[in-house]
């Protein structure tokens, strides 16, 4: 992970000073690019503790296209929501804060990542109650209200057509981006076959580079993982191509107690169960997903800038 910690400096020594939309203020570079060969190691950060479980559950959260914080905390904790109050996920505040400003119900957060990869551009509806728990049913007797399920699409589309160049994954819908809790920062993800192999580069429009980056690198390279095994391939590379990178003010002391640190050798991933399909990769829990021989040096934390 030497790539990561040479963007954190690079930023620290060229970086523009910034304000921001949290208010907190930036040091920020426009455009940079990481490459992470995955045959040499999952590019799990290893000079502080990645918090995988989060990582995983966000992830299986996404692919299975939920708009509900609580469904989030349920996958990530393997509980009941009823058991999990005083449990809180990456996206709590936001739930917490934009979601309310929206007028949303307790835990909704409208059509973010996941719906748009699963239910691009479907219909999303202005009397929540507790219908948005439950949109199978309500796109079955309504089919025109569903939009495109994207993952299925590039899963069928990389088996039957993987020279093609519009292998592409995106996240940002200008129709709906006034209904979200958090308009997406990694945008759009593009992936590509070659020698039997695939890789992925995501482009990610904004980047908190000290908290942000570490998870998106893994979780991006945990569906290169997932998406090559459904459809028999190995995997390659992962590029993150990054438009504003910026480290926030608040973590200056953080970023530099970082890199003191020496990077450690890279994990392997263990996927414990088979799949064959995104049906039955919903069917696995966050324990299914294991990183062997990660030996982190010790977390760092910091103030998420919302």
Known sequence: MRTYLDALQEILDFGDEKTDRTGVGTQSIFGYQMRFD????????????????????ELLWFLEGSMDERRLAEITYGKDRSELEDKRT???????????????P????????????????????????????????????????KGVDQIEWLINEIR??????????????PNQIDKMALPPCHTLAQFYVSNGKLSCQMYQRSADLFLGVPFNIASYALLTHIIAKITDLEVQDFVLTVG????????????????QRTPQELPTLNIVKDFSSIEEVLGLVVSDFQLENYNPL??????MAI
């Open 38 to 57: 995955l045959t040499k190691g999952f590019p799990a950060v290893t000079t502080k503790r990645l918090a995988w479980k989060s990582v995983v559950g």
């Open 90 to 104: 990456i996206w709590t505040d936001n739930a917490e804060n934009q979601g309310k400003e929206l007028g949303y």
């Open 106 to 145: 307790d835990g909704f957060l409208g059509p973010v990542y996941g719906f748009q990869w699963r239910n691009f551009n479907g219909a999303v509806y202005e009397h929540y109650g507790a219908v948005y728990e439950h949109y199978g049913a309500v796109y079955n007797s309504a089919p025109h209200l």
């Open 160 to 173: 039957t057509n993987p020279d093609s160049r519009r292998l592409i994954l995106s996240a940002w819908n």
């Open 244 to 259: 504003d990178a910026h480290i926030y003010n608040t973590h200056y002391d953080a970023v530099n107690e970082q890199l």
């Open 298 to 303: 010790s977390a760092i934390k910091a103030e």
